[in-house]
């Protein structure tokens, strides 16, 4: 059974670099099977993907924030991360990390989240 | 604007049955599969329906997933204040290459 668990600030300044991290366990970050994505929520508001890596390292990024997003993997350590720089108080929202089982295009494994609130 | 479009809110008395429509395109739903996620609030998502109709373990079969062209549907039957919620559907869109999800529909049990 994977689990999955979100760790970062929960509170950033406009203008910088919002960085997040999913610890897996129960499973290996190296397995074919699942994509390893990002999702958020504004608060009061609905979904959004943010995007998803492979763990060969393709990425796929939600095309409005691509400028902006870099997710990564760190096989070693069993993780993956998310960055997201240039933030603004647009970017507050409550970020999950989640499994991507591609081809079948669903997200069975979630994080519990964590809030993340760009303010000065 | 979700690429993915469902109603904002529907209710039903307890018991009842009650339909939750996803409306898409070729570049998403007309092609690919098609997921529902319940959330209660304060919780992360739950998966309730992937591959249009099948329900993962621990799902009760009062929930139903179904597709037809660029649009899908979440039923749910025998109502139970429990399952007031968000419901959200995801799929696959190949023009935009990411993961979609619609507006979310609030599920009101009367």
């Known amino acids: 059974q994977l689990q999955l668990q979100e760790s970062g600030p929960g509170l950033v300044k406009p203008s910088e670099t919002l960085s997040l991290t999913c610890i897996v366990s129960g499973g290996s970050i190296s397995s074919t099977t699942y994509w390893w994505g990002w999702v958020r929520q504004p608060p009061g508001k609905g979904l959004e993907w943010i995007g998803c890596?492979?763990?060969?390292?393709?990425?796929y990024y939600s095309p409005s924030l691509k400028s902006r997003v870099t997710i990564s993997v760190d096989t070693p350590e069993n993780q993956f991360s998310l960055k997201v720089t240039s933030v603004t108080a647009a970017d507050t929202a409550v970020y999950y990390c989640?499994?991507?089982?591609?081809?079948?295009?669903?997200?069975?494994?979630w994080g519990q989240g964590v809030l993340v609130t760009v303010s000065s | 604007q979700s690429v993915l479009t469902q109603p904002p809110s529907v209710s039903a008395a307890p018991g009842q049955k009650v339909t939750i429509s996803c409306s898409g395109s070729s570049s998403n739903i007309g092609n690919k599969y098609v997921s529902w996620y319940q959330q209660l609030p304060g919780t992360a998502p739950k998966l309730l329906i992937y591959g249009n109709n099948k329900r993962p373990s621990g799902i009760p079969d009062r929930f139903s997933g179904s597709k037809s062209g660029t649009s899908a549907a979440l039923g749910i039957t025998g109502l139970q204040t429990g399952d007031e919620a968000d419901y959200y559907c995801g799929t696959w869109d190949d023009s935009l290459t990411t993961a979609v999800f619609g507006g979310g529909t609030k599920l009101t049990v009367l």
């Open positions: 890596i492979f763990s060969s390292g393709r990425t």
């Open positions: 989640a499994t991507y089982y591609g081809g079948y295009e669903y997200s069975d494994y």
